[in-house]
């Protein structure tokens, strides 16, 4: 689609949620539309950044990523601190959160991209993204059925840096957390590594920028995941096949309000449709359609955007809420969640090659 007619779509539909749903989620909207254009502008791939790394030990998009981190949460945990009425992305350490973080790594790298990847990939017009988003909305709301029985496993209460240590020490314990990171990638790649990406470094910005807004605006961290599977729940719903009542996490207040409600209504399905119109607008310029794929390949990449949607609700977040949201607003299962999910992408990465993705 060219820009000219997309601009007047986006726009019309900007003003239908200002005047028809609230100037809070119209805003949404274009924040959005902002974190899509970063994403798709910037080829700001987490996926693409780790399987970089492992492969070709070059840690530029790893670079960019921790970048992305420390900026957000600079931004994210004074205010958390400030601000008493907004949320951190808390979850809790458990036996879900291990199995789903792992398979989410070994997952996203067979499909090529984590949830937003595959939100920005699909408004590029890649054709396997765009058959993996309703399998992962598919996989994220039987993740959510389940999750109940997978947190009897064992469990214990999500722990926020904020609310234990205070934003200052929070923010600094992130801060230091993120630079032993980077030494350790360092002591990995070795010498001799060219390692900042003007086009990584401009996203980590823009990204940070946009996240710290989407907590002001939604009174939330930035998220993904629960839009996809709210998404495949309400269509379940409504044909009669799902009974929220009983269920651990669709029967909760807050989940079960939204059932009810427009989709409209919910600010990470709004910032997700706007992540699709500004990946759609960065499309009007770009070539992304990619290689031909075999019908194996097909079939594999499918069967691991389902995976990808089911363990990312186990894992609570993908790269954006568990990785991105948790660590920037002081929750460990964030950390617990990175190195468990690089583990999966050093399998996910062999199989990629095994199949010639």
């Known amino acids: ?22 100037i809070r989620q119209a805003v949404l909207f274009l924040v959005g539309i902002g974190m899509g254009a970063a994403l798709a502008g910037a080829r700001f791939g987490f996926t693409t950044g780790w399987r970089n790394l492992l492969e070709s030990k070059d840690p530029r998009g790893v670079t960019g990523q921790i970048l992305l981190l420390g900026l957000a949460a600079i931004l994210c945990i004074p205010l958390l601190g400030a601000f008493p009425e ?7 350490p458990s036996v879900s959160l291990i199995i789903g973080a792992f398979f989410f790594g070994m997952s996203m790298q067979i499909a090529d991209g984590c949830g937003s990847g595959t939100l920005y990939k699909a408004g590029l017009g890649v054709p396997l993204n765009m058959g993996i988003l309703p399998l992962f909305a598919l996989g994220s709301f039987l993740g959510s059925v389940h999750l109940g029985d997978w947190l009897k496993l064992g469990q214990t209460e999500p722990v ?16 230091l957390g993120l630079l032993i990171t980077a030494g350790i990638i360092r002591l990995w790649v070795g010498k001799g590594k060219t390692w900042i990406d003007k086009r990584w470094v401009w996203g980590a910005v823009a990204l940070a920028i ?14 993904v995941v629960y839009g996809f599977g709210l998404w495949a729940a309400k269509i379940f719903n409504s044909l009669g096949w799902f009974d929220p009542s009983g269920n651990m996490f669709w029967g909760q207040e807050g989940n079960a309000l939204r059932l009810t409600q427009s989709v409209l209504m919910d600010v990470t399905s709004i910032t997700n449709i706007g992540i699709l119109g500004g990946a759609l607008w960065i499309s009007a310029t770009a070539n992304d359609a990619g290689k031909p794929l075999t019908s194996q390949q097909w079939m594999i990449g499918l069967v691991a955007g389902f995976v990808m949607g089911y363990s990312s ?14 660590i920037s607003t002081g929750s460990l299962h964030g950390w617990i969640w990175v190195p468990l999910a690089l583990m999966g992408t050093t399998i996910g990465v062999r199989i990629r090659r095994r199949y010639h993705f």
């Open 313 to 326: 609700r186990l894992a609570f977040g993908c790269n954006i809420g568990a990785m991105l949201s948790g």
């Open 1 to 22: 689609m060219k820009r000219s007619p997309l601009a007047v779509l986006l726009s019309i539909f900007f003003i239908f949620l200002a005047l028809n749903v609230s």
């Open 160 to 175: 926020g840096l904020v609310t234990t240590f205070g934003s200052p020490t929070a923010l600094l314990m992130t801060l």
């Open 86 to 92: 907004l949320t951190a992305a808390l979850g809790p």
């Open 210 to 223: 946009l996240a710290a807004l989407n907590l002001i605006i939604a009174g939330q961290p930035w998220g």
